[in-house]
């Protein structure tokens, strides 16, 4: 098994929808893990939620890659240049859920969950490569 999918979205809340259908179908067919599914969608979601609040210009590309031990998913914006990785505001995991900040913990979510996490920028976009193991 080894698919790869290269999908364009509109940076609008209504396209998340149709972004998790598209990782539920790689998965199925690829009979990912469930942990896995459930990783990858949060993360996905996460990070499509945030350039949808913050990029508001142009289309955000996914492009997804499984094969039988690793998921590579990269994901690629023509917003400002953000490192979310150095320039989001670290996490406030220690204050009570109603008094902290927002902020920062979607990132921590990103880092915690994907087994590698990187980003570039090239020439005017983002480049954000999540990549997770599939045995579990």
């Known amino acids: 098994m080894s698919e790869q999918l290269s999908l364009s979205?509109?940076?609008?809340?209504e396209?998340?929808?149709?972004?998790m259908a598209e990782v539920e179908d790689l998965a199925r067919r690829e009979e990912w893990p469930e942990g896995l599914v459930f990783r990858a969608s949060l993360v996905l979601e996460e990070i499509a939620i945030n350039i949808v609040n913050h990029a508001h210009s142009g289309t955000f590309d996914v492009l997804l890659a499984s094969d039988p031990e690793i998921v590579r998913i990269e994901v690629v914006?023509?917003?400002?240049?953000f490192n979310p990785l150095?320039?989001?505001?670290?996490?406030?995991?220690?204050?009570?859920?109603g008094e902290r900040r927002v902020g920062g913990l979607g990132v921590h979510l990103v880092k915690t969950m994907m087994d590698e996490v990187s980003y570039?920028?090239?020439g005017d976009r983002n480049?954000?490569?999540m990549v997770a193991r599939r045995n579990e």
């Not at 396209?15 to 972004?19: A, K, P, T």
């Not at 914006?77 to 240049?81: N, Q, V």
Request: net charge negative; proline share 15%; aromatic share 4%.
């Open 9 to 13: 979205f509109e940076p609008k809340i």
């Open 15 to 19: 396209e998340l929808q149709r972004l």
């Open 77 to 81: 914006d023509s917003g400002d240049p």
């Open 86 to 97: 150095t320039d989001a505001p670290p996490p406030d995991l220690e204050s009570e859920v």
């Open 120 to 122: 570039d920028r090239k």
């Open 127 to 129: 480049h954000l490569l």
